[in-house]
């Protein structure tokens, strides 16, 4: 038989960085799989003789990694696969950039007050720049030319009398409330510790089936890479070992 495309794999999460159970888990799919590969392999010994070749061969430790690229980001995968903390919903945390400029204003108190989209709240400043991209100084209070000073409880921005009518840009970082939103603050916990799942992974091709379910992971890597020109696909990197019941890989073939 022959298999052709990425196919489809799910996680189903077994127990969190803690180690506790997950008894009523929410299978997640990597969305929008671009390839995903699983490798088998195992250490051998040779037994030889006087010979040139071994008289026997015997199988000494066995490994199993592989890799996924995955375009659709979804929180519950990631954390399910790699965190396995607690999370936040409804809670999304962003940076605004600016693409326009900002004008300082003409009369004192030359300040301006920063309106976050989505009705979110102003966290903290990512910086100002001239509209020659040259870093506003950010000071205490009383700023003088070329300098700011940034009130991060009302996201107010105030800016020299010299400066008044200058175009600057304002970046900062807000939260805001949006229902699909996941977030999380990921603990610094000892060592061992590591979320675990199983993983199925289907390829159909004219009729033909492959199906692998590997009964226990932990998630060895991801890797998220920004291009300029071209969608971010994350590398999920994991390894299979023995679940309680000794099971490591349950596969079936049409042929």
Same mark, same amino acid.
């Given at each position: 038989?022959? @298999?052709?495309?990425?196919?489809?794999?799910?996680?189903?999460?077994?127990?969190?960085?803690?180690?506790?159970?997950?008894?009523?888990?929410?299978?997640? $799919?990597?969305?929008?799989?671009?390839?995903?590969?699983?490798?088998?392999?195992?250490?051998?010994?040779?037994?030889?003789?006087?010979?040139?070749?071994?008289?026997?061969?015997?199988?000494?430790?066995?490994?199993?990694?592989?890799?996924?690229?995955?375009?659709?980001?979804?929180?519950?995968?990631?954390?399910? #696969?790699?965190?396995? @903390?607690?999370?936040?919903?409804?809670?999304?945390?962003? #940076?605004?950039?600016?693409?326009?400029?900002?004008?300082?204003?003409?009369?004192?108190?030359?300040?301006?007050?920063?309106?976050?989209?989505?009705?979110?709240?102003?966290?903290?400043?990512?910086? #100002?720049?001239?509209?020659?991209?040259?870093?506003?100084?950010?000071?205490?209070?009383?700023?003088?030319?070329?300098?700011?000073?940034?009130? $991060?409880?009302?996201?107010?921005?105030?800016?020299?009398?010299?400066?008044?009518?200058?175009? =600057?840009?304002?970046? %900062? @970082? %807000?939260?805001?409330?949006?229902?699909?939103?996941?977030?999380?603050?990921?603990?610094?916990?000892?060592?061992?510790?590591?979320?675990?799942?199983?993983?199925? =992974?289907?390829?159909? %091709?004219?009729?033909?089936?492959?199906?692998?379910?590997?009964?226990?992971? =932990?998630?060895?890597?991801?890797?998220?890479?920004?291009?300029?020109?071209? %969608?971010?696909?994350?590398?999920? $990197?994991? @390894?299979?070992?023995?679940?309680?019941?000794?099971?490591? =890989?349950?596969?079936?073939?049409?042929?």
């Amino acid at each position: 038989m022959f @298999q052709f495309g990425s196919g489809t794999a799910f996680a189903t999460p077994q127990s969190d960085a803690y180690g506790n159970a997950i008894t009523n888990p929410t299978v997640t $799919e990597f969305g929008i799989l671009q390839n995903i590969s699983i490798d088998f392999g195992f250490d051998v010994k040779e037994l030889f003789g006087r010979q040139q070749f071994p008289v026997d061969i015997a199988r000494g430790k066995g490994k199993i990694t592989g890799k996924a690229s995955s375009a659709r980001l979804n929180g519950t995968l990631l954390n399910n #696969v790699l965190f396995g @903390q607690a999370v936040t919903a409804g809670t999304l945390t962003a #940076v605004s950039t600016a693409n326009t400029p900002t004008t300082v204003p003409a009369s004192t108190p030359f300040t301006t007050v920063i309106t976050p989209p989505n009705a979110g709240v102003f966290k903290a400043g990512m910086g #100002v720049t001239d509209a020659f991209g040259v870093p506003l100084t950010r000071v205490a209070s009383a700023p003088s030319a070329g300098q700011f000073s940034l009130d $991060e409880s009302t996201g107010t921005h105030t800016f020299a009398s010299t400066d008044s009518g200058k175009s =600057v840009f304002i970046n %900062y @970082q %807000y939260t805001a409330t949006v229902t699909s939103a996941k977030q999380s603050v990921v603990q610094n916990l000892d060592m061992g510790n590591a979320p675990t799942f199983s993983l199925t =992974v289907h390829t159909q %091709y004219k009729g033909k089936i492959l199906s692998l379910t590997l009964h226990r992971c =932990v998630s060895s890597k991801i890797s998220l890479a920004s291009k300029q020109d071209d %969608y971010t696909i994350p590398d999920f $990197e994991f @390894q299979a070992f023995a679940d309680d019941l000794g099971r490591v =890989v349950t596969w079936s073939i049409s042929e």
